[in-house]
């Protein structure tokens, strides 16, 4: 578990510094081996390093945004890059729900990031529907994988992935405007706080966690019609 915690801070570290920017790169630091040992254990492998991780892309992204209006196009399109990478880094541990979405925003941020390189970008709306778009898909990724673990009653990890996935519907919907973003905070909100009595052992409901995982799901439902997607969460069966 050590070593894979490890791993993860190599890779972040090989993202920020511009060694990891493609899937062959990430390849040679997340070997094969490695992915399989963590891919059900990732959070509880080293939460202080993966949970930080999880919200680099949302971070890059605006600051990609800031350089793209100072007309640094270079500088916004390496902090494209990054952003991507550690989508990569999560479609590495995906499930078969969510990977596919993930990898359309990966061939998707590619192509914007050589676009806005070359300043050839004509429309800024397109930067922020890409960056919604990734933000909307890590939601359903990490959504998907609290269901997963939620089924094979490991609440601890269940809570951590439902507070990723607040967090990636609020960063989603930052992208989409205010009404957007007021009306996801408030799902954001609650679903953090459910997260956050699952991830410390806190006292919690079966109710309350139907209750949560139905609310998540459609708001992500919601704000991914509004950016045109077509990818809607599973339902999951809570139990009583």
Do not use: C
Not at 72 to 82: E, P
Not at 87 to 112: C, P
């Amino acid at each position: 578990m050590k070593a894979g915690a490890q791993k993860v801070s190599s890779a972040a570290e090989g993202i920020e510094s511009g060694k990891i920017n493609s899937e062959a790169n990430l390849d040679r630091v997340m070997d094969k081996a490695t992915r399989a040992d963590i891919d059900r254990r990732w959070l509880v492998t080293d939460v202080a390093t993966w949970y930080p991780v999880s919200e680099e892309p949302q971070r890059h992204f605006t600051d990609a945004m800031t350089a793209y209006a100072k007309k640094d196009y270079a500088g916004a399109a390496v902090d494209i890059r990054k952003a991507t990478s550690y989508l990569r880094l999560e479609a590495g541990r995906a499930t078969s729900e969510g990977k596919q979405a993930l990898v359309s925003s990966i061939t998707r941020l590619d192509s914007l990031a050589d676009i806005v390189e070359k300043g050839a970008l004509k429309d800024e709306h397109a930067m922020t529907t890409a960056f919604a778009e990734a933000n909307h898909s890590l939601a359903l990724e990490h959504r998907a994988k609290a269901a997963q673990s939620w089924m094979h009653k490991e609440y601890d990890e269940a809570g951590y992935e439902l507070e990723a996935a607040a967090d990636g519907l609020e960063s989603a919907a930052t992208w989409v405007g205010a009404e957007a973003k007021a009306g996801a905070s408030a799902t954001a909100a609650e679903t953090l706080a459910l997260g956050g009595k699952l991830a410390s052992g806190a006292i919690w409901t079966r109710d309350a966690v139907a209750k949560g995982f139905k609310s998540l799901g459609n708001g992500i439902n919601a704000l991914g019609r509004k950016i045109g997607g077509t990818k809607t969460v599973a339902p999951i069966k809570i139990g009583s």
